[in-house]
T-cell receptor, first 112, second 110 residues
Framework: DSGVTQTPKHLITATGQRVTLRCSPR?????VYWYQQSLDQGLQFLIH???????AKGNILERFSAQQFPDLHSELNLSSLELGDSALYFC???????????FGQGTRLTVV | SQQGEEDPQALSIQEGENATMNCSYK?????LQWYRQNSGRGLVHLIL?????REKHSGRLRVTLDTSKKSSSLLITASRAADTASYFC??????????FGAGTQVVVTP
């Protein structure tokens, strides 16, 4: 158990819908990273938050947004879902930029 | 891009043999991390090596880092069937962002 908790584990939803994925980082970790893993794109970096502030953005679509709350948990919002958004979504947390990043078990999103 | 590129893409070995995989990257890094992923499951952290370190060991794992060549290697000694998985290297920038490559698929047969 990495100590990073992601909910839900599985999500099936229809095209056009909106979903929210939740991540609770390891106790004490200030950084949260979101990644998308699909068969054709591999592991893609989406966004990084540090202590509530956005630090870096990767290949994140405009339909996707995220935030980190004062209690350090983070949510990734995906809207106007398309079939191609079906993927595994991971969050990771780390204490600092030079310490290990631990991943949650992921949320498997299926858009039908 | 700091994206790690693993080589080989796939590796098939027998139990008891050693498995070596390599990683190359393009720009300067803060550290480099290795992960294992069993099919469709979460990423398990294996080891972190900092940019000022050259070699690190953890159990049956040995990682090397050559920043002058922008490359790293992961050696798994005395492989077991349970080591069957995909292995990813993740060069990490100064913000802690990991850039993954496509990974090396390792199959260990009994």
């Amino acid at each position: 158990d990495s100590g990073v908790t992601q909910t839900p584990k599985h999500l099936i939803t229809a095209t056009g819908q909106r979903v929210t994925l939740r991540c609770s980082p390891r106790s004490g970790d200030l950084s949260v990273y979101w990644y998308q893993q699909s068969l054709d794109q591999g592991l893609q970096f989406l966004i990084h938050y540090y202590n509530g502030e956005e630090r870096a953005k990767g290949n994140i679509l405009e339909r996707f947004s995220a935030q980190q709350f004062p209690d350090l948990h983070s949510e990734l919002n995906l809207s106007s879902l398309e079939l191609g958004d079906s993927a595994l979504y991971f969050c990771a947390s780390s204490l600092t930029e030079n310490t290990e990043a631990f991943f949650g078990q992921g949320t498997r999103l299926t858009v039908v | 891009s700091q994206q790690g590129e693993e080589d080989p893409q796939a590796l098939s070995i027998q139990e008891g043999e050693n498995a070596t995989m390599n990683c190359s990257y393009k720009t300067s890094i803060n550290n480099l991390q290795w992960y294992r992923q069993n099919s469709g499951r979460g990423l398990v952290h294996l080891i972190l090596i900092r940019s000022n370190e050259r070699e690190k060991h953890s159990g049956r794992l040995r990682v090397t880092l050559d920043t002058s060549k922008k490359s790293s290697s992961l050696l798994i000694t005395a492989s077991r069937a349970a080591d069957t998985a995909s292995y990813f290297c993740a060069p990490t920038d100064s913000w802690g962002k990991l850039q993954f490559g496509a990974g090396t698929q390792v199959v260990v047969t009994p």
